[in-house]
């Protein structure tokens, strides 16, 4: 397992941006395959976007988040990043990031490593 801290959550109009930060104080965090999760309220928590440890190959969940959000690295900094635009309020949720040992993986139940999760409110 390695720590995880996510930043950047808070409130935002609809049509707005925001970006999100992991971090993590543990210098394998840059051999982790990293994923960000949300958890909207009364929700099950689903998959939004992940990259690979090389930060060359992402992926994205269904057209809900497509075109909008994006996931980024910078291991050089031991940090990643979800880049979301055009936000609206059914993005609003808990967001998590993730890191997993061998793959960008969907379910969450891959995931050994979690933060505690940065809140964002997207308000109509």
């Known amino acids: 397992q390695v720590p995880l801290v996510e930043s950047g959550g808070g409130l935002v109009q609809a049509g707005g941006s925001l970006r999100l930060a992991c971090a993590s104080s543990?210098?394998?965090?840059?051999?982790?395959?990293v994923a960000w999760f949300r958890q909207p309220p009364g929700k099950e928590r689903e998959f939004v976007a992940g990259v690979e440890w090389t930060g060359t190959t992402t992926y994205q969940a269904d057209s809900s988040v497509k075109g909008r959000f994006t996931i980024s690295r910078d291991n050089t900094k031991n940090m990643v990043f979800l880049q979301m635009n055009d936000l609206k309020p059914e993005d609003t949720a808990v967001y998590y990031c993730?890191?997993?040992?061998?793959?960008?993986?969907?379910?969450?139940?891959?995931?050994?490593?979690w933060g505690q999760g940065t809140r964002v409110t997207v308000s109509s």
């Open positions: 543990d210098r394998t965090f840059s051999a982790r395959n």
């Open positions: 993730a890191a997993a040992r061998y793959l960008v993986y969907r379910s969450e139940r891959e995931y050994d490593s």
